[in-house]
């Protein structure tokens, strides 16, 4: 279909979130809902973890080759790091947020916040406005990217 990847959609098993910042940032200021977690500075040597250890570490099975996976960080920074390093270690269809939870409006339990680093005293949330998803774009950047049905697929496996 009309985004260049044709019925290959099918190939790709499941679609996740994985988020990579720290777990003080996911603490303090919120994740999104089904998000999964990898910290960035312990990436890499995650994707090399036999399956069951990685289950053991991380709490969820391990993304398999043939995933999609969506790296979020604060920013963008740091989950354009990790598409890459996931990339490198043999995933095929790594995407970026670039937004990433900086620029998620669409619930106040996610707050945005300045970049800082580890040993720095955490700063306040900056205040923000929640907004509305323009739905129709939305749908059709998912068509575009050959994620719709993948996506849709997904959500009818979870309520069966």
């Known amino acids: 279909s009309g985004s260049g990847s044709g019925s290959s959609h099918r190939a790709w098993r499941k679609l996740s ?20 977690h990898v910290p960035a500075d312990e990436l890499a040597s995650a994707l090399q973890l036999p399956p069951d250890q990685f289950k053991r570490r991380y709490h969820f099975d391990q993304p398999a080759g043939n995933d999609v996976l969506i790296m979020q960080s604060r920013g963008s920074s740091r989950a354009v790091w990790a598409a890459q390093l996931a990339l490198d270690a043999g995933w095929k269809r790594v995407l970026v947020s670039l ?14 916040y300045p970049a800082y680093q580890q040993c720095e005293a955490p700063p306040d949330p900056e205040p923000f406005s929640t907004t509305l998803p323009d739905v129709v774009a939305g749908l059709a950047e998912l068509q575009q990217l050959g994620l719709l049905d993948l996506l849709t697929h997904q959500q009818q496996q979870r309520h069966q």
């Open 99 to 112: 937004d990433g939870t900086y620029g998620w409006r669409l619930s106040p339990a996610i707050q945005a």
């Open 17 to 36: 979130l994985c988020d990579v910042r720290r777990h003080d940032e996911r603490i303090l200021y919120g994740t999104v809902p089904g998000a999964l």
